[in-house]
């Protein structure tokens, strides 16, 4: 199957789209913004939503389908869904368009910096079942991704920081995207919009060659993610500032496996810490082995039961994966500090 990458539209406000036939998905917190409210009210078809994890439970998704197909019903047939607000919503909603009548075009609209950075592309969906986090979800490819300038300048200062920490994994990958990011004196959110169409084009150049996470060449876009997503569970760190502690964790360990220079791993802490004003978490409380290793072993980057797939900063401003042992991560977090 041909993967699309969708159409990438920076504009003030919202788009002008057919009103009969997009049926629209939101975070109902955005009905507090009076344009937004005018905007989505001229919809046939739409649905206020309550974002967070617990729209994505998978015990709640019967009622929220059958909400969808009564407001649906007896109306005209459904040219696409649109996803705005952040995260959250953009699954659940790509979710919804890949199962409604077999498959339905997906439209984003993201509204938070961690989305429009991230989770808006690339075509993961993904529901929750107890504990056991995007383990049920498909593939939906949006054929369009609408970033709105007067939304996203509204956001707090804390959030853009979130999306940052997304941008700054990017460029760790990627040299054009660091480039951009080390070239400017400040960076601003508006510096982050005027460049959005770079940074997002940049995750779809890795996604085009790995759509469906078949050859190992997408787990790059896991970068920091691997410790930073145990970090986010035990100490309830939000997203952005667990992959924060993601990418200084992968970064030390770089070093000490020889993969980076100390010249380069001063470059790159510098470009953490400096230019993009990330902050590692200070740990109080190490973890025990036994909690650390129970939320690691979730990775779906997982290989047998004793390995996985790290992704590893190199010297050339590009990165590499490879099979490291549970133990060997343990061994590194107590290194760090994360693991008493």
Same mark, same amino acid.
């Given at each position: 199957?041909?993967i699309?990458?969708?159409?990438?539209?920076?504009a003030?406000?919202?788009?002008?789209?057919?009103?009969?036939?997009?049926?629209?998905?939101?975070?109902?917190?955005?009905?507090e913004? =009076?344009?937004?409210?005018?905007?989505v009210?001229?919809?046939?078809? %739409?649905? &206020?939503v309550?974002?967070?994890?617990?729209?994505k439970n998978?015990?709640l998704?019967?009622?929220?389908?059958?909400?969808?197909?009564r407001?649906?019903?007896?109306?005209?047939r459904?040219n696409?869904?649109?996803?705005?607000?952040?995260?959250?919503?953009?699954?659940f909603?790509?979710f919804?368009?890949?199962?409604?009548?077999r498959?339905?075009g997906?439209i984003?609209?993201?509204?938070?910096?961690?989305?429009? !950075?991230?989770?808006?592309?690339?075509? %993961?969906?993904?529901?929750?079942?107890?504990?056991?986090k995007n383990?049920?979800?498909?593939?939906?490819f +949006?054929s369009?991704?609408y970033? !709105?300038? #007067?939304?996203l300048?509204? +956001?707090?200062?804390?959030l853009?920081?979130?999306?940052?920490?997304?941008v +700054?994994?990017?460029a760790?990958?990627?040299?054009?995207?660091?480039?951009?990011?080390?070239? &400017?004196?400040?960076?601003?959110?508006?510096y982050i919009?005027k460049?959005?169409?770079?940074?997002?084009?940049?995750?779809?150049?890795?996604?085009?060659?790995?759509p469906?996470?078949?050859?190992?060449?997408r787990?790059?876009?896991?970068l920091g993610?691997?410790?930073?997503?145990?970090?986010?569970?035990?100490?309830?760190?939000?997203?952005?500032? +667990?992959?924060?502690?993601?990418?200084?964790?992968?970064?030390?360990?770089?070093? #000490?496996k020889?993969?980076?220079?100390?010249?380069q791993h001063?470059?790159?802490?510098d470009?953490?810490?400096? =230019?993009?004003q990330?902050? #590692?978490s200070?740990?109080k409380?190490?973890?025990s082995?036994?909690?650390?290793? #129970? !939320?690691l072993?979730?990775?779906?980057k997982?290989?047998?039961?004793?390995?996985l797939?790290?992704?590893?900063?190199?010297?050339r401003?590009?990165?590499?994966?490879?099979?490291?042992t549970? %133990?060997?991560v343990?061994?590194?977090? %107590?290194?760090?500090g994360?693991?008493?």
């Amino acid at each position: 199957m041909k993967i699309l990458v969708p159409k990438i539209v920076v504009a003030q406000n919202e788009p002008k789209l057919n009103y009969n036939d997009h049926f629209v998905i939101y975070d109902k917190k955005l009905l507090e913004d =009076k344009i937004f409210k005018n905007w989505v009210s001229r919809f046939r078809f %739409k649905y &206020a939503v309550e974002a967070g994890e617990k729209l994505k439970n998978l015990d709640l998704f019967s009622d929220h389908i059958h909400n969808i197909l009564r407001i649906a019903e007896g109306g005209s047939r459904i040219n696409s869904f649109v996803a705005v607000g952040g995260g959250s919503v953009g699954d659940f909603t790509g979710f919804i368009a890949s199962v409604y009548k077999r498959g339905t075009g997906l439209i984003q609209l993201p509204t938070t910096w961690l989305s429009l !950075v991230d989770s808006a592309h690339g075509g %993961k969906t993904g529901l929750n079942c107890g504990a056991y986090k995007n383990q049920i979800g498909t593939f939906k490819f +949006a054929s369009a991704v609408y970033v !709105v300038k #007067r939304i996203l300048q509204q +956001a707090p200062e804390k959030l853009f920081y979130e999306g940052l920490a997304e941008v +700054a994994k990017t460029a760790l990958f990627d040299s054009s995207v660091f480039k951009i990011l080390n070239s &400017a004196k400040i960076i601003t959110p508006n510096y982050i919009l005027k460049n959005s169409d770079a940074i997002i084009r940049a995750k779809y150049k890795v996604v085009k060659r790995d759509p469906y996470e078949s050859k190992n060449i997408r787990q790059i876009l896991n970068l920091g993610h691997t410790v930073g997503h145990v970090l986010e569970t035990q100490y309830k760190l939000s997203h952005g500032q +667990a992959v924060t502690d993601g990418l200084f964790f992968t970064l030390n360990w770089s070093l #000490r496996k020889g993969y980076i220079s100390a010249n380069q791993h001063r470059k790159i802490d510098d470009f953490l810490n400096e =230019k993009l004003q990330l902050k #590692r978490s200070e740990i109080k409380r190490p973890l025990s082995e036994n909690n650390f290793l #129970r !939320v690691l072993k979730q990775d779906k980057k997982k290989i047998t039961d004793k390995s996985l797939l790290f992704i590893f900063m190199t010297e050339r401003q590009s990165v590499v994966v490879e099979k490291v042992t549970f %133990k060997s991560v343990l061994i590194e977090a %107590k290194k760090q500090g994360l693991v008493r």
